[in-house]
């Protein structure tokens, strides 16, 4: 059974095995050409020391000719999961319908619940390990910019977020157990990548807009609400305002602030301020440090996903006639 199903899905690996090859060697390249120009332009100490400490013509010139790069190299790795779906999942069972060939499957003796394992299975690991290994050599590249490039706008960055972590795993299972399991209920494959694209597109900007909503988030707060609260760089801001004297947010705050008098005027704004109730200044952050928990539990929200397919599919294979 296992051989025949590779053999049945040969075409997808090779596919697979190519582009694999062909971005590895070009990230590869171009990892060793931005290295090379780090070290041309003396810039290798920047890589940890940051961006601010290392002001200049050849700062800009190297973001500018590197940057875009590499966040197309994690746009690259964040459009995997949606490919893995519709040309993976969702044919894997839908082609199997409309060719008729699953009626030889059937008429074997081997269950219906063994054959769905196994196509599964035999399709689901090289798709899992291509977008693993894409996944790691985007992010060597990314590793050797340092903070002179997209790591460096800390680990929320919208790219670097969802690039990162066990996030391209998890999307990557949750498109590809939905295709298998609308190619299976609708039989036409076609309709199953739609599908399959429009619903993964759907999800992903849904829990992209309400994940920090997963963690409780840290408050800081600053003693001089007239003067911008300085965070450091790198924690995802969720919300932020005013505190009164007794720790309640301010509602409305920007009708107690009413206190500027013009260029030349002396008044206090802080006693301005706190005599209109408005004490301190708030902003609520998940920490950097905790990227990696914010990881796991979206994580967790697809694999609850994914093992839900996997059950509709076994059930949609095994109510075919």
């Known amino acids: ?50 961006a601010k400490n290392c002001r200049g013509n050849a700062l800009g010139e190297f973001q ?28 894997l069972f839908a082609r199997e319908f409309e060719q008729g060939t699953h ?34 050599v985007v992010h060597s590249w990314l590793d050797a910019a340092g903070e002179l490039g997209p790591l460096g706008a800390g680990p929320y960055y919208f790219t670097t977020f969802e690039a990162n972590g066990v996030s391209p795993i998890a999307y990557t299972l949750f498109a590809y157990t939905f295709g298998v399991f609308a190619g299976a209920a609708f039989r036409r494959t076609l309709v199953a990548m739609t599908l399959t694209l429009g619903l993964f597109v759907v999800v992903r900007f849904a829990l992209n807009q309400t994940r920090e909503l997963m963690i409780t988030p840290t408050r800081v707060t600053g003693d001089d609400p007239t003067k911008p609260l300085v965070l450091e760089r790198g924690p995802l801001q969720v919300d932020g305002g005013y505190l009164d004297a007794s720790g309640a947010v301010v509602a ?43 990881h796991l539990l979206e994580a967790s929200v697809f694999a609850g996903l994914a ?15």
């Open 1 to 50: 059974m296992t051989w025949i199903v590779w053999r049945q899905q040969r075409p997808v690996f090779i596919t697979l095995a190519i582009g694999l090859l062909v971005g590895v060697t070009a990230i590869v390249l171009l990892r060793a050409g931005m290295v090379a120009d780090l070290t041309a332009r003396n810039l290798v100490d920047c890589v940890t020391a940051g």
């Open 64 to 91: 500018n000719t590197w940057y875009d790069r590499m966040q197309l190299g994690q746009v690259g790795v964040l459009a995997l999961p949606a490919l893995v779906g519709v040309f993976v999942g969702a044919p």
């Open 103 to 136: 009626a030889l499957a059937f008429t074997q003796s081997v269950s219906r619940t063994r054959w769905t394992a196994t196509k599964f299975l035999v399709a689901a690991l090289p798709a899992l390990v291509f977008v693993g290994v894409f996944q790691v």
């Open 252 to 294: 409305d705050a920007g009708s107690k602030m009413n206190c500027y008098a013009g260029a030349d005027s002396d008044v206090d704004l802080l006693a301005c301020y706190r005599s209109n109730g408005i004490e301190k200044s708030f902003a609520d952050v998940i920490p950097a440090n905790q990227a990696t928990t914010l």
């Open 307 to 321: 093992a839900v397919f996997v059950l509709g599919s076994v059930w949609a294979v095994r109510r075919q006639a």
